[in-house]
Every structure is written in structure tokens, then in C-alpha cells.
T-cell receptor
Framework: AQSVTQLDSHVSVSEGTPVLLRCNYSSSYSPSLFWYVQHPNKGLQLLLKYTSAATLVKGINGFEAEFKKSETSFHLTKPSAHMSDAAEYFCVVRLHGGSQGNLIFGKGTKLSVKP | GAGVSQTPSNKVTEKGKYVELRCDPISGHTALYWYRQSLGQGPEFLIYFQGTGAADDSGLPNDRFFAVRPEGSVSTLKIQRTERGDSAVYLC?????????????FGPGTRLTVL
């Protein structure tokens, strides 16, 4: 079975400090991995994606993630948090075998940013 | 329009009633996906279409749920004999084709409340 596990349901940081949102995946196939963000009452927005090219992926708004196959991890980081980063973040995997189209979402990590 | 649109934005219904939720994908996108996001959870896959045909409906929870896309553009998700457990945000996404499933654009969702 393919899945993603987001290790923290809630992360709180102070503005200007680093952000780390953790994600582990399991997949029998070479996966595509994504991070999406969902602001309150807004639609899902793609932050970044890994599709078997460079293992360090840079996304929008200063976020980046590193694919580590040996650790089956795809953690999301940002050097310095901004108040506008407060939102729900989802780690997502897509298979490359069998059912090819659908995305599998983690349960989400709510990021709070304190002034 | 420029993005994926969904109507209505909110729907309140009574248990046992029938509801239809509509999705307008981005013009020219042949692949269309439906997801359901329950409170506090990540979105879960329901069904996706390539053109007019349902390529994978394995995520539909039971036979009360049905979706169509008769002309390969607009899609309607139909729920019969609604139950309180159907309350959720129903999300629609589209991509250029199934080969582009790594790049899905999400609509704002329809919030369904079953009383």
C-alpha cells in the first residue's frame, strides 16, 4: 500500500525562525511527492513537487524539500518563517503504477507562526 | 474562467435528500478528479475521469455516490440518500491529461453539510 505519514499534526514556530514539517512515505513504486498548502477558506496550492529529478526541490515562498530514499522521507523546510506561512500543509504522494492519476494526501500539519 | 470552479460553494441538506455538486475544470483539461476532505483530515480520492469515462472510481465509498462527465468537460458528483457522515468539503481538480497528473489544479471546494 502507498501512503504518507506526517509526523506532526501541529507545529508552532516564532516569526523569523526555521520551519521543519516532517513527512515519511511508503510506496512500492517510484513515487512523485508533493507538498500542498491550504490557507483558511482558500483552495489547495502546490508548493513544490519531486518527480525523480534533483533530490532537493525548491518551491514557492522560500520553501524547499529534500527527497531521501534511504530514509523514505520528504521533509519540508524554510529558513525563516513569516506570519503569512500560517496554514495547513499536506504531504502528498502519487503512484507510478496501477492507479496512476490520484493523489494520496497525508493528514496534514497545521503550522502556527507566533509574532 | 482561469481556474477550476465549483458550485455551489456551500450546500446544506437534510439526511436522506439527493444532492448534486458541479465542477468546471480549466478549459482544455481532459483529466478531472474528485476528492473529499472531512474535518481535520487530508483530502481523499473519490474518482477521476479521462475525457468522458471514469478511469478509476475505486475511491467512491458506496453506491450512493456517482459521478458523470457526459461531454468531457463539466462533471457532476451525485449523492443519493445523504447521510450525516457525508458532510465534508468536496474538492475537484483538473490536469491537462492523465500524463500530467503531477500537476493538478484544485478548485475552492463545495462544503456539504447534511443535517
Amino acid at each position: 500500500a502507498q501512503s504518507v505519514t506526517q509526523l506532526d499534526s501541529h507545529v508552532s514556530v516564532s516569526e523569523g525562525t526555521p520551519v521543519l514539517l516532517r513527512c515519511n512515505y511508503s510506496s512500492s513504486y517510484s513515487p512523485s511527492l508533493f507538498w500542498y498548502v491550504q490557507h483558511p477558506n482558500k483552495g489547495l496550492q502546490l508548493l513544490l513537487k519531486y518527480t525523480s529529478a534533483a533530490t532537493l526541490v525548491k518551491g514557492i515562498n522560500g520553501f524547499e524539500a529534500e527527497f531521501k530514499k534511504s530514509e523514505t522521507s520528504f521533509h519540508l523546510t524554510k529558513p525563516s518563517a513569516h506570519m503569512s506561512d500560517a496554514a495547513e500543509y499536506f504531504c502528498v504522494v502519487r503512484l507510478h503504477g496501477g492507479s496512476q492519476g490520484n493523489l494520496i494526501f497525508g493528514k496534514g500539519t497545521k503550522l502556527s507562526v507566533k509574532p | 474562467g482561469a481556474g477550476v470552479s465549483q458550485t455551489p460553494s456551500n450546500k446544506v441538506t437534510e439526511k436522506g435528500k439527493y444532492v448534486e455538486l458541479r465542477c468546471d475544470p480549466i478549459s482544455g483539461h481532459t483529466a478531472l478528479y474528485w476528492y473529499r476532505q472531512s474535518l481535520g483530515q487530508g483530502p481523499e480520492f473519490l474518482i477521476y475521469f479521462q475525457g468522458t469515462g471514469a478511469a478509476d472510481d475505486s475511491g467512491l465509498p458506496n453506491d450512493r455516490f456517482f459521478a458523470v462527465r457526459p461531454e468531457g468537460s463539466v462533471s457532476t458528483l451525485k449523492i443519493q440518500r445523504t447521510e450525516r457522515g457525508d458532510s465534508a468539503v468536496y474538492l475537484c481538480a483538473s490536469s491537462l491529461g492523465l500524463a500530467d497528473a503531477d500537476t493538478q489544479y484544485f478548485g475552492p471546494g463545495t462544503r456539504l453539510t447534511v443535517l
